[in-house]
């Protein structure tokens, strides 16, 4: 070392104590270290908190020389980890904690006496103005207050007649229709118990009062109309749908009942007798149906009631084949609803979550993907699985 170089009181410290490493030992004349041996510890101010350092310097050094000690503390603050990824972080982690803040506070009064009170508050992952309110609350308990707090400390809180009041307003059958906040301004505005909403949800979770709530009626339908087989029954419907350019384009379906299948569509700026007629020959062609004499039906057209379905171009052409259309709730006490329910999966799923400029794009985006998507990969809970072409053939 260059002469008349200042050296740090830490490294006086160490040679007293026969702590200084050897690579500074080597450095310094020892003359110097002899004069630092013979020096009074007193004569530096402060000198006492060296018996500090000196005991945390011994534990580091006895656990950089202990492997299980090792172990055992990295285990542990994986484990404090882990707990804490669990259970949340932040507010949903803080509110779960003090739900047993009694308990913590209790450990870590215990703990520090051995790591100290700042490493126990650490150690939990709260904030020390969290510890202190939680201490007080411990150190006030009382057993006669339903909140468990003292009433000479929060003389504020609801006694014991309020509560058994509040508990027997909302386990009222009466009032269990109603939402809590709207049986706390019923009890404000008769004077039958003065206290804020947020008040009545408070003691609600902490007497954990379970409002019975009236079931819902659930009303028994009859099951729908159902087919044995493919091309026993279909269903005819028409559905809008409004594009960007706000026109509205108008989705013409037929579709199998045993398969959910659409059989045939198309896509037009208006609704037309022309129009559904093509549906229906295209769907009797791809049926195979060929035209009969015989009066037996073989196939059930299910339509709804527009004109569009009800013609004379319809009835013409339907008369030559074994089908038998049907108008819903007029011929027949049932509701179109398979289509309806093929219509809102089309719209909901496929056609609103994207931007439809205008016809072109729609019937572009029906012919490339939604009607392929929904008939030949998409698989339905009702058809065990199978996909709707799957069902049909």
Known sequence: MQKGKSYDTRVKYLVQRN???DVYRKQIHRSLISKWKREAPDKYVGYELN???????????????DKPVQTALKGFYRITKIFKDIIGTGREYLNKLKDHRYRIVDAIQ?????IGMKKAIKVFGISRSNYQMWAMEAYFNCTHSIAKLCNNVYPHQLTVKEVHKM???????????????????YA?????????PNTWYKYARLLKIKRRRRKKFVKQYEIGIRATAPNEKWHADITEIVTNDGKTAYIYLVIDNFSRYIISWRVASSI???IRLETFIETIKKAEIEPSNNEETVVSLIVDGGTENNNGHVETFIKDYPIEKLVALKD??????????VNKIIKYDYLFPKQIENLTQLKNYLKNYVIPDYNDKRPHGSLNGLTPLEAYR
């Open 167 to 185: 508990h027997r307003l909302l386990s009222n059958e009466k009032y269990l229709h109603w939402p809590i906040i709207s049986v706390a301004y």
């Open 188 to 196: 404000l505005k008769k004077s039958l118990l003065k206290a804020h």
């Open 19 to 21: 702590l200084l490493p």
């Open 332 to 341: 027949i006490l049932k509701s179109n609803a398979m289509i309806e329910s």
């Open 110 to 114: 215990r703990a520090k006496k051995t």
């Open 272 to 274: 037309s007798a022309k």
């Open 51 to 65: 018996d500090d350092i000196t005991e945390l310097y011994e534990l580091m050094k006895k656990v950089a020389d």
